[in-house]
């Protein structure tokens, strides 16, 4: 089967589900603190999840990350990682899938953690931008930081590697970029900053709390020697190492770099809906050729169509203290 080619030549082996809008935190520059979210049956059933997922591994997809929301906090979607494992390495006809993981905040780690890890997932992100009990439940508004260290803890017990994912934020967390740095360091978690993103309700303090990852770096260059890695995982990070310490960090940088240039990724709503761009609006409904036809051929034509679609790269850009290129949509409804 042709595998699937953007229109600027770029291969898509990595694909993003979103398997729910609602999470257990309310992240301040995730989502509003009293969120509407979306009818229940508007969202995917774990057995369309499944379907989908497999006709893009079909057609060449080789890593699949489950997002949300708090993908963890769907009722049964230990089902769908299970399905979704059974595909690992080929062990199913025409499945090519190479890597399963997921994104979470960790609340339910403790939980699911073993499980994952029996299904054949051996990594995982967790969002973590701070180590302080109170500006933790000030960023999360909902969350409680113990919870979410117990739940990376079970995920080492389980042996998952855990990778920290960070929002660098001004004014919040700059205090915390050598201890959380250390304490990465010290636990055997690779790191990775992420800038905030124009994303859903704009708040006047969420322009004021855009830290440069630029100047995050250069604060770890007075430290440490920082070697530039030319590694890449499939994602948009760009990496270094630091070489005191031998840990990687990495740096993902929408606003003040755009790194678009070899994206090989497209993302899935909890809904159906495939965004071909993080940082466009332009979509297709994937919901209704799922549900049109037990047949995946109707599927598949959609999935190439939209795949036809792909810009080049997203609009967002950070000058003279404004955001341009925002779009309205929540990152909890696309999938973070």
Known sequence: MAPLIDPFARPISYLRVSVTDRCDFRCAYCMAEHMTFLPKAELLSLEELTRLCSAFVRLGVEK????????????????????????????????????????????????????????????????????????FAEVTRWGRLAQVLDGIAAAKEAGLRVKINAVALKGVNEDELFRLT?????????????????????????????????????????RYRLTDLAERSGGPARYVRLEETGQKVGFITPLSHNFCESCNRVRVTCTGELYMCLG?????????????????????????????????????????????????????????
């Open 64 to 135: 699949l990350r489950i997002t949300g929301g708090e993908p963890l906090v769907r009722k049964g979607i230990m089902t769908f990682f299970e399905a979704m494992g059974k595909q690992l390495g080929g062990k199913q006809l025409g499945s090519g899938l190479k890597e399963l993981t997921v994104t979470t905040n960790g609340s339910q780690l403790r939980k699911y953690a073993q499980g994952l890890a029996d299904v054949g997932v051996k990594r995982i992100n967790v969002s973590l931008d701070t180590l302080d009990d109170a500006k």
């Open 182 to 222: 250390e304490w990465c360091a010290r636990d055997g978690h690779d790191l990775t900053w992420i800038e905030v993103m124009p994303m859903g309700e704009m708040e006047a303090d969420r322009l004021d709390q855009f830290w440069s990852l630029r100047d995050l770096r250069a604060r770890l260059a007075e």
């Open 280 to 336: 466009q609006e332009d979509m297709a409904d994937l919901r209704a050729p799922l549900r049109a036809s037990p047949e995946d051929a109707g599927l598949e034509a959609a999935i190439r169509a939209a795949i036809s679609r792909k810009p080049k790269g997203h609009d967002f850009d950070y000058s003279r203290q404004k955001v341009a290129g925002q779009v309205s949509r929540h990152m909890s409804h696309t999938g973070g």
